[in-house]
């Protein structure tokens, strides 16, 4: 029997807009796990921000940080962190343009400003609050994601002065900085090759600008129906709103269940 594997991501696909997970999900990723499907996350996320909804849907491999820290079946195979002397600058630049960071390990993140309203406004939309301080965080830990809170039109400050970083945005105030060439694609790539599972035997669905890479990647990308048009356009198929039980009707279409 071939081995096929699923990769979710989390904000738009497996929860909806209220970051609420639908019955209808959790029927389907069982049902999945009952065919003998692998199911694993890939998400932009920290792994302890969606440990809860990894015990609630008994998913223990993933990709998180965009494919910066990688587990399967609960052991860590891969992990890609961001270079410590360039975050120090970026860190140090960002200041003088009053932009904070938020820098983030696998057990908990800290904020390199303190009370900063971008910062409260984009953790409120992942149901976090505003971290604490510590400015210096990253001088003795591996950091595998931060975010640079900023808008659009100021980006331009970052993107060509640290090329060893990826900029994802994900926010109308903040982006998720990675390491150049790190991707959720890079991290699927590095777990089925391990485990040996055929790109054509890979699925994922997703709906954000983090997602197309691994939608292209990956044999056959699912964008949900309340993913960006940019997002559609990189994806094989098209389900429905992650609220019209577009998880179920996705993996139903694909007859993967």
Not at 45 to 51: G, N, S, T, V
Not at 75 to 103: C, M, S, T, W
Not at 203 to 217: H, T
Request: charged share 30%.
């Amino acid at each position: 029997m071939k081995k096929k594997i699923v990769f979710f991501d989390i904000d738009g696909t497996l929860l909806d807009e209220n970051k609420k997970l639908p019955d209808s999900t959790v029927q389907a990723v069982q049902a999945l796990k009952d065919a003998g499907v692998h199911v694993a996350i890939a998400t932009g996320r920290a792994p302890f921000m969606f440990a809860d909804l990894r015990k609630r849907l008994g998913i223990d491999s993933y990709v998180s940080f965009n494919g910066q820290y990688v587990v399967f079946e609960g052991e860590v195979i891969y992990q890609n962190p961001l270079n410590r002397e360039r975050l120090h600058d970026l860190k140090e630049y960002a200041h003088e343009n009053g932009h904070p960071l938020v820098f983030m390990d696998a057990e908990t993140m800290r904020a390199s400003m303190d009370n900063h309203p971008h910062i409260h406004v984009s953790m409120e939309n992942l149901k976090f609050t505003h971290p604490e301080l510590d400015p210096f965080y990253y001088e003795n830990r591996d950091i595998y994601q931060a975010l640079l809170f900023c808008k659009p039109e100021e980006e331009h400050l970052y993107i060509h002065e640290y090329s060893e970083f990826h900029f994802v945005r994900w926010h109308a105030v903040s982006t998720d900085v990675l390491p150049f060439g790190g991707s959720k694609a890079e991290g699927i790539k590095r777990m089925i090759e391990k485990f040996g599972i055929k790109k054509e035997d890979v699925y994922a669905f997703g709906d954000g600008l983090n997602d197309i890479e691994m939608l292209r990647f990956v044999g056959t990308g699912v964008a949900m129906g309340n993913a960006r048009e940019e997002v559609k356009k990189a994806a094989d198929f098209v389900t429905k709103d992650v609220a019209e039980e577009g998880i179920l009707y996705g993996l139903k279409q694909l007859q993967l269940i």
